[in-house]
């Protein structure tokens, strides 16, 4: 098997979606700056803020909402999903692509049913159990499965035969060295250099439990000496934080270059978002994990793996309060000792080269 010369990417809505693939498209590119790369998207979705800067071709498709049952009638049915897949077959053709590589969404469902129209090589990577809706679709056309956690096997039949080769990470992330950009970084927030950080950020879209929770603690936080840098989220009403704290307490609404956020800190915390436990663990970083409760648990299941490998906290987003804060964050966030001991617990558990480990798988599937 030669090079790739094109591939297609599908997957979008989301952060979790777009981040892998857009740090997979960078690992492409390093090895073959010569590589066609064409990233298939929907209108409303976050690929539209974050791809075409990358400077990769984005090609909008119709996608729509599937029901969260799959099974074969879902695929029989609706003449739009057909609509959108003759799109996506469109672009497939287009580029003369060798591979689909999808990582979730509703823009991947057409993707994967023009691949497999075409008997061309497909590929899945998935960060979720249970898997999302689109992927579980695509599973019925591929045994090409990629996941990024070793816990993902054991804990869904559906994936019990993947290969685990890890999350793509973008690579500002995945080389970076805490400790060397710290000082930097905490000056880029106007924060102090000599008084330990919790970085606070609730995953893309931010969480209001967590921000509230936090700034309640602000007081105590600060009068302990403990400066927060904390991202709010874009889509949430930001929460007053108290004026007149004795040491910075720095608010955000977005932060798009997270890596500073990351050598700022001593500790986190978050959410248990796919993206969030690979780019934390990957870098040793502590987190407490505060997973988000309206769901499947998904982040719950993300994140117990590395807690129980000693690498951060869990705690019920019920149970989050200022007090518990204040009881958990200050007397952890001032024992250096146990802060390195669960770094260190946390990169023991995460891997950085999921990019590179997902390259080789692509290009064995498309060799098979």
């Keep these: 098997m030669g090079p790739l010369r094109s591939v297609v990417l599908a997957g979008g809505g989301t952060g979790g979606h777009v981040y892998p693939l857009l740090a997979f498209a960078d690992c492409l590119r390093r090895h073959d700056p010569g590589v066609r790369i064409t990233c298939?998207?929907?209108p409303r979705g976050m690929e539209n803020e974050l791809i075409p800067p990358h400077g990769y071709?984005?090609?909008?498709?119709?996608?729509?909402?599937?029901?969260?049952s799959v099974n074969m009638n879902?695929?029989?049915?609706?003449?739009?999903?057909?609509?959108a897949a003759r799109a996506a077959g469109k672009v497939i053709d287009e580029v003369q692509a060798d591979v689909v590589v999808g990582f979730g969404g509703y823009v991947s469902v057409p993707a994967y049913l023009a691949a497999w129209r075409r008997e061309l090589p497909m590929v899945?990577?998935?960060?979720?159990?249970?898997?999302?809706?689109?992927?579980?679709l695509g599973m019925k056309f591929t045994k090409n499965v990629a996941v990024g956690f070793p816990h993902q096997p054991s804990q869904a039949e559906s994936l019990?035969?993947?290969?685990?080769?890890?999350?793509?990470?973008?690579?500002?992330?995945?080389?970076l060295d805490r400790y060397a950009l710290r000082n930097a970084a905490r000056a880029h927030f106007g924060l102090r250099p000599d008084l330990p950080v919790l970085f606070?950020?609730?995953g893309s879209s931010g969480a209001r439990s967590i921000n509230l929770a936090v700034s309640g603690a602000a007081k105590e936080l600060a009068r302990n000496g403990v400066q927060v840098l904390h991202v709010m989220g874009a889509r949430n009403e930001p929460v007053p934080i108290p004026s007149d704290l004795p040491v910075p307490y720095v608010t955000l609404p977005y932060l798009s270059e997270m890596e500073l956020g990351y050598a700022a800190a001593d500790l986190m915390l978050g959410r248990g978002?796919?993206?969030?436990?690979?780019?934390?663990?990957?870098?040793?970083?502590p987190t407490i994990y505060v997973p988000y409760p309206h769901s499947n648990q998904e982040q719950k299941r993300n994140a117990l793996p590395v807690v129980e490998a000693g690498g951060g906290l869990l705690v019920d987003d019920a149970e989050l309060t200022p007090d518990w804060l204040e009881r958990t964050v200050i007397p952890l966030i001032r024992d250096p000792q146990r802060l390195y001991a669960m770094g260190a617990a946390a990169s023991a558990y995460g891997r950085r080269d999921g990019d590179e480990a997902l390259r080789s798988f692509v290009i064995e599937a498309v060799a098979r």
């Design 40 to 42: 298939l998207g929907t």
């Design 74 to 83: 879902l695929v029989r049915t609706p003449g739009r999903m057909w609509t």
């Design 200 to 202: 606070v950020a609730g």
């Design 124 to 136: 899945i990577h998935e960060v979720n159990v249970p898997p999302g809706v689109a992927n579980r």
């Design 160 to 175: 019990r035969d993947a290969t685990v080769v890890g999350v793509p990470l973008r690579r500002s992330i995945a080389a």
């Design 273 to 285: 978002g796919a993206m969030t436990c690979a780019e934390v663990a990957a870098i040793g970083l």
């Design 57 to 68: 071709d984005l090609r909008q498709i119709p996608a729509y909402q599937l029901p969260r």
